[in-house]
C-alpha cells in the first residue's frame, strides 16, 4: 500500500511517498489526512511507529508541524530514522523548540535520531 | 539576474507596474512550489552545497508560504507573491514580495498590545507567537532566523515602516518609506 510497510509489531511511514520537497501547511495537513485514512486508520497509540526521512531533500517547519507535531499528540512511540539531512534536522530542532513536538516522548529525541 | 531586483520587487504590485505575466509572479501556491523546485535545481547547479541549498529552500518556502497562509482573503493589493532567485554581483540572492497585510496588521489581531512594525517584527522573529490563532502556529520566522544565522546568510525583511536585519546579529529599525506587506531579502556569498 502506498507508502506503508507494516512489520509485526511497528509500522514505517516513508515520508519521501509526499515527496522530497515538504514546505507547506496545505501540503502538510492534506499529508496528515491521508496518513490517517490510509496508513494510521486502525493503529493503537501505543504501537511503535518509523518515521522515515530518507528521501526528503526539503521539509520546513509548516510542513512538519501539521503532521509530525500532530502524529506526535496521537501517538506516544514514535521513531525518527535517517535525519540526515539539513533542514530535516533544523526543522526537528525548531519543533521542539517552539511547537508541542517537544513535549513528548518518542525515540530519537535530542538528536538520537538514527 | 538584475542588480535592481530589489527595486523591481519594491514596485511590482504598484498598479502602474503590475505585470500578471512576469516570470516573477506566482500567483498561488501552487506555482510558487514548482518555482521553488526549480530554484533547488538551480542551486546545486550553481555548486552551492546540499545542506546549503536545502535550508535556504526551507527558508525561501516558508517566508514565501506565510504571504498565501496570512493574506488568505485578506491581500491589500494582487494576490500572490514576487520571487526571483540568482546571483548579484555574485551573491546569490532570493527576494520574495507581497502585496498582503504586513506583520504588524497580522499580529496586531492576536497581541493587541503591539505599538508598531518594529514591535511586530521583533515580536514575529522572537516570540511564539500565531497571526492565524487559535491555530497553533509561529514557528517559521524563528526557524529562518536561527538558520540563517547558523549557515551564515544575510536576510532583509521589511514591513511597513520598519527593517529586520538578521545575519549572526538582529538588528531591527524604522526605515525611511515604508513597504506595504512584507519584502524580504536573503543573500550568500559563499557561491
Not at chain 2, 504586513?102 to 522573529?125: C, H, M, Q, S
Not at chain 2, 507567537?129 to 547558523?150: C, H, Q, T, W, Y
Not at chain 2, 531591527?172 to 550568500?188: D, F, T
Amino acid at each position: 500500500m502506498l507508502g506503508y510497510n507494516q512489520l509485526k509489531e511497528n509500522m514505517k511511514i516513508e515520508l519521501r511517498k509526499f515527496g522530497d520537497i515538504l514546505v507547506s501547511r496545505p501540503a502538510g495537513r492534506e499529508a496528515y489526512l491521508a496518513m490517517s485514512a490510509y496508513l494510521l486508520k486502525g493503529v493503537d497509540e501505543n504501537e511503535l511507529i518509523e518515521l522515515d526521512f530518507q528521501g526528503v531533500k526539503v521539509m520546513a517547519p509548516s510542513w512538519a508541524d501539521e503532521v509530525l507535531t500532530k502524529i506526535a499528540l496521537k501517538y506516544k512511540n514514535l521513531k525518527l530514522l535517517n535525519t540526515e539531512n539539513s533542514s530535516v534536522r533544523a526543522t526537528l530542532k525548531t519543533l521542539e523548540e517552539f511547537s508541542d513536538f517537544k513535549n513528548l516522548n518518542y525515540a530519537g529525541r535530542n538528536k538520537k535520531a538514527n | 539576474m538584475n542588480k535592481d531586483i530589489e527595486k523591481q520587487a519594491r514596485e511590482f504590485f504598484a498598479a502602474e507596474n503590475f505585470d500578471k505575466n512576469s516570470e516573477y509572479y506566482c500567483k498561488t501556491r501552487d506555482i510558487f512550489q514548482a518555482r521553488l523546485d526549480k530554484m533547488i535545481i538551480y542551486l546545486l547547479k550553481e555548486q552551492l552545497k546540499e545542506e546549503d541549498a536545502y535550508i535556504l529552500s526551507a527558508i525561501a518556502g516558508e517566508i514565501g508560504n506565510n504571504s498565501f497562509d496570512h493574506n488568505l482573503g485578506s491581500w491589500v493589493g494582487e494576490i500572490g507573491i514576487f520571487f526571483a532567485y540568482g546571483k548579484v554581483n555574485n551573491v546569490l540572492t532570493i527576494v520574495l514580495a507581497d502585496a498582503g497585510q504586513g506583520v504588524y496588521k497580522t499580529l496586531k489581531k492576536v497581541k493587541p498590545e503591539l505599538k508598531n512594525d518594529i514591535e511586530a517584527l521583533r515580536t514575529a522573529f522572537n516570540e511564539k507567537i500565531s497571526g492565524r490563532a487559535p491555530e497553533s502556529r509561529g514557528n517559521g520566522l524563528k526557524f529562518v532566523k536561527a538558520n540563517i544565522k547558523d549557515r551564515g546568510m544575510h536576510l532583509d525583511f521589511y514591513s511597513g515602516s520598519a527593517k529586520a536585519e538578521l545575519n549572526y546579529a538582529e538588528k531591527i529599525e524604522a526605515v525611511n518609506g515604508s513597504y506595504q506587506g512584507c519584502l524580504a531579502i536573503i543573500s550568500l556569498k559563499k557561491i
